[in-house]
């Protein structure tokens, strides 16, 4: 198996000689396999290896227990060891992300940094096969296009992945032919996050009831979806510099690139104006398609403070806010609610703030909010997992679940409350309250404007 992961090292370029490696180390079979094989290979890539822990702060004494077993090995095996202690609930609660999500950064921060510090030149991590089944399946469930069905990249910069080479049961089975422990997390087998449901269900029942080489299949696709993904992108690339100049992305040229690569042409544009691909969806995409056939003037909000305008050219993207000029502007949004009720019982607009506007009146069903601080694509929706609201001006954070019951809002008309949503913090609940973290104070430049019509039932779904 150390062959066949070091040709796979060889195959996507992934480590030169003199290379200094830090090793994701949780202390589980796939991370403790990881650096046994790098261990065993050291010599052979001509690399240096040191291996990093963070502790997340979650598990209590089973989390003790990882970091104590891998100081150990690291003994043993005479490797540094860096170890990072995290509060990675706190640091969920503070940003209004999920513990998984916020794991993730968090690990994410402590490896860059540490690569800075060490002199370091990759960071590998233990993503194997089924990992990327896993991702595989849950990118196609929630949307993707051929990039989110290529999987998990085998390198990409410094992050290099060599155990996507085997499968969950080639690192169990090395371990277990030679001897190696390794630690368990029993949060793995809970049923609470998606991935663990994929994991533990879908998976499972794909190799038993369709194929006992589901995984392998699965594998073998991604890697040809990732080799179209690199072929379109270069195509994308050569169109994206003929339609889209100085900000603008001309309808005239635009219309004239293969339908297959405009959709990718609209994502470059998004991703090239806010500097970074993560938040950057299918929905967004479409926004901005469907804004090229409307009249002059219309807008969309998008992630990181984007908005698109639709000009006589064509799409003119840029930050929000920028060109408003204490001019009343049409809003467009994305709603879960339907569009016959949408244009019936709301109403939005942005407008600049003037040095007169220093108080606004106290109503129900008209909510103002500052216009630049929010993050995300506005969203009117019902309540998701994960939901927040800033309930004090010091930041405090409720979870919408305790609002209700706070509120003794009856469990049966949860679901059916509306909500003014940005990502996972909540701005408005509908007929109820207003998240502290958008209120209009003395540095809001430009006001967001939403009105529900028709009175208190117009709050809820009937």
């Given amino acids: 198996m150390e062959q066949q992961i070091k040709a796979y090292i ?38 240096e290896l040191e291996a990093v822990h963070v502790h997340h702060g979650l598990r209590g004494e089973s989390a003790d227990e990882d970091e ?40 994410r921060q402590v490896f860059t940094e540490l690569l800075k510090e060490r002199e370091g030149s990759k960071i590998a991590l233990a993503h ?55 630690c368990t997390d029993e949060t793995n087998k809970e049923d609470i996050y998606t991935r663990n449901r994929i994991r533990s269900h879908v998976i499972p029942y794909l190799e038993h009831a369709v194929n006992r080489q589901t995984v392998e ?6 890697e040809q979806f990732r080799a179209a993904e690199e072929y379109l992108e270069a195509e994308t690339e050569k169109h994206l510099e003929n339609c889209f100049q ?44 469907e804004l090229m056939e409307k009249q002059v003037g219309r807008r969309v909000l998008l992630p990181y403070q984007l908005e698109a305008i ?36 709301v109403s939005m607009r942005v407008f600049e703030r003037t040095p007169d506007m220093t108080r606004f009146p106290e109503k129900e069903y ?5 216009y630049d601080i929010i993050k995300n694509t506005v969203k009117i929706r019902h309540r998701k997992p994960g939901d927040s609201l800033a309930v004090n001006r010091m930041g405090g954070r409720q979870k919408l679940k305790q609002y209700f019951i706070n509120e003794k809002i009856p469990k049966e008309e949860r679901d059916r409350v509306w909500l003014v ?42």
């Fill in 421 to 462: 949503a940005d990502g996972s913090k909540i701005m408005w609940v509908v007929g109820y309250r207003q998240s502290q973290d958008y209120q209009i104070t003395e540095h809001t430049k430009n006001i967001l404007e939403i009105t529900f019509y028709g009175g208190k039932e117009d709050g809820r779904e009937r």
């Fill in 366 to 370: 008209t909510k103002w909010f500052d």
């Fill in 217 to 222: 299949h699965m594998a073998k696709a991604m």
């Fill in 246 to 289: 100085e900000g603008c992305l001309h309808k005239s040229i635009y219309e004239c690139v293969p339908e297959a690569l405009k959709s990718r042409v609209v994502y470059q544009v998004l991703c090239r104006m806010a500097g970074k691909s993560r938040d950057i969806e299918v929905v967004h995409v479409e926004m901005v398609q």
């Fill in 68 to 107: 104590a077993y891998v100081r150990n090995l690291c003994r043993q095996q005479n490797v540094v060891l860096h170890v990072h202690r995290a509060d990675i609930r706190a640091y969920a609660l503070e940003r209004g992300v999920g513990e998984e999500e916020a794991g993730r950064e968090v690990r």
């Fill in 310 to 345: 639709r000009c006589y050219e064509g799409i003119r993207v840029e930050k929000w806010g920028k060109k408003i000029q204490g001019k009343e502007a049409q809003l467009d949004v994305y709603e879960e609610m339907p569009e016959s009720l949408m244009a019936k019982r």
């Fill in 128 to 182: 194997h096969k089924n990992d990327n089944a896993e991702t595989l399946l849950w990118n196609l469930c929630r949307g993707c296009g051929l990039k989110g069905a290529g999987g998990i990249a085998p390198a990409e910069g410094v992050w290099i992945r060599p155990l996507l080479a085997v499968s969950r049961l080639e690192i169990e089975s090395y371990l277990e032919k030679r001897g190696i422990s390794y």
């Fill in 10 to 47: 060889e195959k996507y370029h992934m480590i030169d000689r003199g290379d200094k490696v830090l090793v994701g180390l949780s202390g589980g079979a796939d991370s403790v396999c990881l650096l046994f094989v790098l261990l065993n290979l050291r010599a052979e890539l001509g690399i």
